[in-house]
């Protein structure tokens, strides 16, 4: 495949997400609690807030975010991801060994091909 061809085909799929995770059930009014004990909590709030439904209804003040207490971060592996998992953020967990996704996590398909070319083992969390 040419790498025009490729970058184009990332361009549609990041399009695709990006359309899919702005689709989602806007946000229930009221407080919602936050755990944040590693990176990829702080990541996947991080992308939580920046849906465009979530923004609105942080700034009209119909949502607001909580902390709560915060487990131990896991050990072994890694730290447990949520959110869109996209090839980024895969390449940047090179030699870790292992991915292990939360139950809401989605690895798009370019993730999981990264993952098996790094040797990374696919870990899904219930």
Not at 15 to 29: C, D, F, G, W
Not at 32 to 46: K, N, P, W
């Amino acid at each position: 495949m040419k790498a025009e061809t490729s970058q184009e085909l990332r361009g549609l799929v990041r399009e695709v997400l990006k359309e899919a995770m702005a689709n989602r059930a806007a946000p229930k009014q009221g407080a919602e609690t936050i755990r944040i004990g590693s990176d990829a909590d702080l990541q996947a709030f991080v992308a939580r807030i920046s849906s465009p439904g979530v923004i609105e209804s942080v700034r009209a003040g119909k949502l607001r975010f909580t902390l709560g207490h915060t487990a131990p971060a896991p050990t072994g592996s890694g730290d447990i991801l949520e959110g869109v998992i996209s090839e980024q953020r895969i390449s940047a967990l090179a030699g870790k060994g292992a991915v292990i996704l939360g139950p809401t996590a989605v690895l798009t398909p370019l993730a999981r091909d990264r993952a098996r070319k790094l040797g990374l083992k696919i870990e899904r969390r219930r």
